[in-house]
C-alpha cells in the first residue's frame, strides 16, 4: 500500500476511508482536510507545508493512475493553491476532486481549475462552495460524495468481488450434482475443493494485505451463516422429531460425502422387498404391479442396480415368504409386454451374475413412496449400510455436519456480498429464497419420495429462523464495506 498524505488533523478513521477508496477505484487518494469549522478562531488553512506535501504526492503518482484529490477545507494562500492546481491540471491520468462538506477560496481555487476537460467534480448535494465560483460544468454525483470520503464508495472491484462469490457455489452444487446428475459429490470436492480453497485464501490474502473492506463482508457472512445454521438446526431437529423430514439431512450428507449412497440405495431396495413380503397377496400385488413395468423401462445399469437389490432382499427372507413374493412377480412378468418382460429377464440375470451397489446415479422413473414409507425403510437400511462399509455413525455425523455448517457459512456470506448491511425485509427474503430454492430441489434430489402437503411448512420456519443472525450481523458491516457490496454498488 503506497503511503497516502493526510493532513495533520487527519486521523485513523479516515486514512481506513481513503484506503477503501483507493481499493475500489484503483486511484491515488490525496487529501486536504481541515477539520476545524470556518467558523472557529483557529488558523487552520493551506499552507506552505500543505502544498509541499501534496506536490510531492502529484509528482510520485504515475502518470497513468488517476487521482481522487479530496478537499475539506476552508481555503488559504492563493499561491499554495494555484501551484497544487497546476500540477493536478498537468497529471496524464483522470483527475477528480470530491468536495463531502465545502471548499471555499483557495480550496475551491484547486476543484475549479482542473474541471475541463475529462476531469470532474463530485460534490454532495448539502456542499457549501463558494457560490461566485461554482460552474455550470460541474455536475453532481449520482451519490453523495460524503460516502466516497466516508466509505469508500465508487466503482466496485469487480474481479476481486467475482473471486469472492464463485466459490461459494461449490458446497451446494456438489450435493446437487450428486443427487440430481449422479457425479459423485466426494469426486467433485476432490477436484475442485482444493483450487477453491486456494482462490478463498487469494482472496482472503489480498483483502489482508490492501485493507480491503471485503474481508469484512465475508468475516460478518462467515459469523451469521454459522450462527443462522445452528439457529436453523434448533428448528429442524424439532421437526425430525415430529417426523417432519425423510430423515436428518446432515446425517444423508454424510453418507453422500463417503460414497455409501449407492449401498443406502440397495439396502432400502431389499427392505422394501422384506416389507412388502409381510403383506397379504393382494396387497403385494397392487404395490409389485406398477413398479415392475417403471423397473423394466429404466436405463439397463439402472435395471440391474434395482433387481439386485430386490434379489438381496428376497436372500434375506425365509423359503416360503421368497417362493410367495417370487410366485407374485412371475406372475405380473408374465401379463407385461414381450419387450418390457426380455428387458427384466435380462436385467435378472446381469443381477444374479454381478456384485456390488450399481451405478451411483438414483433410478428415477419408480412410483413414488409416501414420505413415512420411506422414513421407516430408511430406519432398517440406514444402519445396516453402516455395519456393511464398516464406518461409525459418528464419522457419518461428523462430515455430514461439517458440511451442512460449510453451506451455511457460505449462505451468510453470500448475503453480505449482495446486500452489505441489508435489512430485515432482505434477511427474511434471502431466507425465503432459499427456502424455495430447497423446495425447487427436493423432487429431483429425491425421486422416490411423495412429500406431503404440510412438508414445506417446518423448512419454512427453519429458514426465516436462519435470517435472523445473517440478518442481525450483516447490520454491523461498516459503511466502507457495504460501498463494495452489490447493493452498495447499485446505489
Same mark, same amino acid.
Given at each position: 500500500m503506497e503511503w497516502i498524505y493526510l493532513s495533520r488533523r487527519g486521523t485513523q478513521c479516515t486514512a481506513r476511508a481513503i484506503v477503501a477508496l483507493e481499493a475500489a477505484e484503483g486511484s491515488k487518494a490525496i487529501t486536504s482536510i481541515h477539520r476545524k469549522e470556518p467558523w472557529t478562531n483557529e488558523d487552520d488553512h493551506i499552507t506552505v507545508e500543505d502544498s509541499e506535501f501534496v506536490l510531492m504526492q502529484i509528482r510520485h503518482t504515475p502518470p497513468d493512475r488517476p487521482i481522487d484529490l479530496i478537499l475539506h477545507t476552508p481555503g488559504g494562500l492563493a499561491l499554495e493553491s494555484e501551484m497544487i492546481a497546476i500540477a493536478l491540471k498537468g497529471h496524464a491520468?483522470?483527475?477528480?476532486?470530491?468536495?463531502?462538506?465545502?471548499?471555499?477560496?483557495?480550496?475551491?481555487?484547486?476543484?475549479? +481549475?482542473?474541471? *475541463?476537460?475529462?476531469?470532474?467534480? %463530485?460534490?454532495?448535494?448539502?456542499?457549501?462552495?463558494?457560490?461566485?465560483?461554482?460552474?455550470?460544468?460541474? $455536475? &453532481?454525483?449520482?451519490?453523495?460524495?460524503?460516502?466516497?470520503?466516508?466509505?469508500?464508495?465508487? $466503482?466496485? /472491484?469487480? !474481479?476481486? #468481488?467475482?473471486?469472492? =462469490?464463485?466459490?461459494?457455489? =461449490?458446497?451446494?452444487?456438489?450435493?446437487?450434482?450428486? +443427487?440430481?446428475?449422479g457425479l459423485p459429490a466426494s469426486r467433485l470436492f476432490r477436484y475442485f475443493g482444493p483450487p477453491a480453497a486456494l482462490l478463498y485464501f487469494v482472496v482472503i490474502t489480498y483483502a489482508l494485505v490492501t485493507a480491503h473492506p471485503l474481508l469484512e463482508l465475508i468475516g460478518w457472512g462467515v459469523l451469521g451463516g454459522l450462527l443462522g445454521t445452528a439457529t436453523l438446526d434448533a428448528v429442524r431437529l424439532l421437526g425430525v422429531r415430529l417426523n417432519a423430514f425423510p430423515m436428518d439431512m446432515p446425517i444423508m450428507f454424510g453418507v453422500i460425502s463417503l460414497g455409501l449412497a449407492p449401498r443406502l440405495q440397495q439396502n432400502m431396495l431389499a427392505t422394501m422387498v422384506m416389507r412388502v413380503a409381510t403383506l397379504p397377496s393382494e396387497d403385494r400385488r397392487a404395490i409389485l404391479a406398477p413398479r415392475l413395468p417403471a423397473i423394466a423401462r429404466l436405463p439397463e445399469p439402472q435395471r440391474v442396480?434395482?433387481?439386485?437389490?430386490?434379489?438381496?432382499?428376497?436372500?434375506?427372507?425365509?423359503?416360503? &415368504? @421368497?417362493?410367495?413374493?417370487?410366485?407374485? %412377480?412371475?406372475?405380473?412378468?408374465?401379463?407385461?409386454?414381450?419387450?418390457? +418382460?426380455? /428387458?427384466?429377464? @435380462?436385467?435378472?440375470?446381469?443381477?444374479?451374475?454381478? /456384485?456390488?451397489?450399481?451405478?451411483?446415479?438414483?433410478?428415477?422413473?419408480? *412410483? $413414488?413412496? *409416501?414420505?413415512?414409507? !420411506?422414513?421407516?425403510?430408511?430406519? &432398517?437400511?440406514?444402519?445396516?449400510? =453402516? &455395519?456393511?462399509?464398516?464406518?461409525?455413525?459418528?464419522?457419518?455425523? $461428523?462430515?455430514?455436519?461439517? #458440511?451442512?455448517?460449510?453451506?451455511?457459512?457460505?449462505f451468510g456470506i453470500t448475503y453480505t456480498l449482495l446486500f452489505g448491511t441489508g435489512s430485515w425485509a432482505l434477511a427474511f427474503g434471502w431466507g425465503s429464497f432459499v427456502w424455495l430454492g430447497m423446495m425447487v430441489l427436493m423432487p429431483p434430489m429425491m425421486p422416490t419420495i411423495r412429500f406431503p402437503w404440510w412438508f414445506p411448512g417446518v423448512p419454512l420456519m427453519a429458514h426465516l429462523a436462519m435470517a435472523i443472525p445473517i440478518g442481525f450481523f450483516a447490520r454491523f458491516v461498516s459503511p466502507a464495506a457495504a460501498a463494495v457490496s452489490l447493493v452498495g454498488l447499485i446505489r
Open positions: 491520468a483522470r483527475v477528480r476532486v470530491i468536495v463531502p462538506f465545502y471548499a471555499t477560496s483557495g480550496g475551491r481555487l484547486k476543484s475549479q +481549475r482542473i474541471v *475541463p476537460p475529462g476531469n470532474s467534480f %463530485q460534490t454532495d448535494r448539502r456542499i457549501q462552495v463558494d457560490p461566485r465560483d461554482q460552474r455550470s460544468s460541474c $455536475r &453532481q454525483a449520482s451519490g453523495p460524495a460524503r460516502a466516497l470520503l466516508t466509505s469508500g464508495r465508487g $466503482r466496485m /472491484n469487480w !474481479f476481486i #468481488w467475482v473471486l469472492a =462469490l464463485l466459490p461459494l457455489g =461449490l458446497p451446494v452444487g456438489a450435493l446437487v450434482i450428486d +443427487r440430481i446428475v442396480a434395482v433387481l439386485r437389490g430386490m434379489r438381496k432382499g428376497l436372500s434375506l427372507l425365509s423359503e416360503e &415368504q @421368497r417362493t410367495e413374493v417370487l410366485t407374485t %412377480q412371475m406372475q405380473l412378468m408374465a401379463e407385461l409386454p414381450t419387450g418390457l +418382460r426380455k /428387458n427384466l429377464m @435380462r436385467a435378472m440375470d446381469l443381477a444374479m451374475r454381478t /456384485n456390488g451397489a450399481g451405478p451411483y446415479g438414483q433410478p428415477r422413473g419408480l *412410483p $413414488r413412496l *409416501p414420505m413415512a414409507v !420411506f422414513r421407516e425403510l430408511m430406519r &432398517q437400511a440406514y444402519p445396516r449400510t =453402516l &455395519q456393511e462399509a464398516g464406518i461409525p455413525h459418528g464419522r457419518i455425523a $461428523r462430515r455430514g455436519y461439517l #458440511w451442512h455448517f460449510l453451506i451455511g457459512a457460505t
